[in-house]
């Protein structure tokens, strides 16, 4: 199959486009680095030509709201314009899940945008909800470490290996559209805090934690509220066994 990926330069497109090439497909990259504007929709659809599916991965850092919902709803609107009229069959959005319970940040609310946008298409659709990654608890330390010491609020997550995620992308967009979302999760629940600090012991650095919801993360988010749903797929490496491989940073 001939398969696109938006945002192919980035930490999960990269490596969906490595599992696609993996199994035997075409996978096409869509960047800003090919010369694909998603914002403009220069250059997509000659990208698109002859795609059977698209999955979308891309990623916007900002802490902005309305920025944030403004790139995913013009990049959404444009990608599935592109589709419809090169006659592609499926649309896979990676999402995070949780975003239906109440979680308030201005990534979710793009990211809930999104959804929408792709719910209501008239393109075919899948969306993969996935928990957050392994490092992710050290990437939020460093937002915030001044001094050796960094506020972090006690989150329960799920953590799931980029690989394991990139793996089911690409099988899911090799299927038929499910026409619905499925959550995809580590194997085993984690607290946010002892995260970040076996994460900063596993790369010998000290750090002093500090817990608080009066952070990056409010109370919106506490308790089950980032944890998948009963019948998640759950990823095969484990938090533990990204700690044994020197807890890697790939953002890089």
């Known amino acids: 199959m001939k398969i696109a990926v938006a945002g192919s330069t980035g930490r999960i497109g990269r490596l969906a486009i490595k599992a696609l090439q993996g199994a035997g497909h075409e996978a096409v990259r869509i960047s800003r680095s090919d010369g694909i504007d998603l914002l403009t929709g220069d250059g997509l659809d000659a990208a698109l030509a002859g795609a059977e599916a698209v999955v979308d991965c891309l990623n916007n850092p900002s802490q902005d709201e309305a920025e944030v919902v403004h790139f995913f709803g013009t990049t959404t609107r444009n990608l599935l314009a592109a589709e419809a009229r090169a006659g592609v069959g499926h649309h896979v959005l990676l999402s995070i899940v949780g975003l239906d319970n109440g979680a308030r940040s201005p990534h979710y609310a793009g990211k809930r945008e999104q959804e929408r946008l792709v719910t209501e298409g008239q393109v075919p659709w899948s969306i993969v909800r996935v928990t957050q990654f392994h490092d992710f608890a050290a990437m939020v330390t460093g937002w915030l470490e001044q001094d050796g010491a960094a506020t972090i609020a006690p989150l329960l997550v799920q953590p799931i290996d980029q690989l394991d995620v990139a793996a089911v992308l690409a099988e899911v967009a ?17 607290d946010l805090v002892d995260m970040a600090r076996r994460s900063y012991a596993a790369r010998g650095r000290p750090i002093r934690l500090i817990p608080t919801w009066h952070g990056a993360f409010d109370q919106s988010m506490a308790g089950d509220v980032m944890l998948p749903g009963e019948n998640a797929r759950l990823g095969a490496t484990s938090f533990e066994d990204w700690l044994a491989a020197g807890a890697p940073d790939s953002r890089g």
Do not use: E, N, Y
């Open 174 to 190: 090799a299927g038929a559209p499910l026409r619905g979302k499925i959550d995809v999760a580590g194997p085993q629940p984690q």
